[in-house]
């Protein structure tokens, strides 16, 4: 099976960095995605970790760890766009779908403040 | 490029209905195609997987019999949501993958919104 965690909300100011924390325990890994989600719309993609080490993207960073079942998203320069819920989510190593099956986490819903 | 579609982004049946939510891929062909469900303030939960031309496989807790999914070509599924009620009331979103794109990434599409009353 699979189990991932995110905190639940996160508050930052705007112009700061914030890092958004996921843990995973599951059964098979092949990979681990942060995703965007404003409300009321379909989760647009982020990056992508299948090895560890750092992914940096912009404004965007992604770690993995997968000894520790551990990855952060960082998000620098924030600005009020980025109010949103941020998905982890891990792909399956197994046959469904091709090898392409995700599981996501709960989300972390961050605001970003004045 | 790699646009999925879906319609209607939002529906209100009457408990006991069927509704039907296409689920296109308008660019490129879709090798697999994901259904998930999203209730308020929760992530998305996969209900099932679609390959074009083959039965879908569903995951643990989904009705087969109530959630009908058809990927009858490599642009289209279909998910029928069979004598709904006020439960099934969510936000339905399809994704898909290529195997002639980055195998890995799932292109979504923009949801359907279901009300059941």
């Known amino acids: 099976g699979q189990n991932i965690d995110q905190p639940t909300e996160m508050t930052a100011t705007e112009g700061a960095i914030v890092q958004i924390n996921c843990t995973y325990q599951?059964?098979?890994?092949?990979?681990l995605f942060w995703y965007q989600q404003h409300a009321g719309e379909a989760p647009t993609f982020l990056s992508y970790n299948v090895l560890d080490g750092l992914e940096e993207k912009g404004r965007f960073s992604s770690f993995l760890s997968r000894s520790k079942g551990y990855s952060y998203l960082l998000l620098k320069e924030l600005q009020m766009k980025d109010s949103a819920s941020y998905l982890c989510a891990v792909r399956d190593a197994g046959l469904t779908g091709g090898g392409n099956k995700l599981t996501f986490g709960t989300g972390t819903q961050l605001k970003v403040e004045l | 490029g790699a646009v999925v579609s879906q319609h209607p982004s939002w529906v209100i049946c009457k408990s006991g209905t069927s509704v039907k939510i296409e689920c296109r891929s308008l660019?490129?062909?879709?090798?697999?195609m994901f259904w998930y469900r999203q209730f308020p303030k929760q992530s998305l939960m996969l209900m099932a997987t679609s390959n074009e031309g083959s039965k879908a496989t569903y995951e643990q807790g989904v009705e087969k019999d109530k959630f009908l999914i058809n990927h009858a070509s490599l642009t289209l599924s279909t998910l029928t949501v069979t004598s709904a009620h006020p439960e099934d009331s969510s936000f339905y979103i399809c994704s898909a993958t290529s195997a002639a794109r980055t195998t890995y990434e799932q292109y979504f599409g923009p949801g359907t919104r279901l009300t059941v009353t």
């Open positions: 660019d490129f062909q879709a090798t697999t």
């Open positions: 599951t059964s098979g890994f092949n990979g």
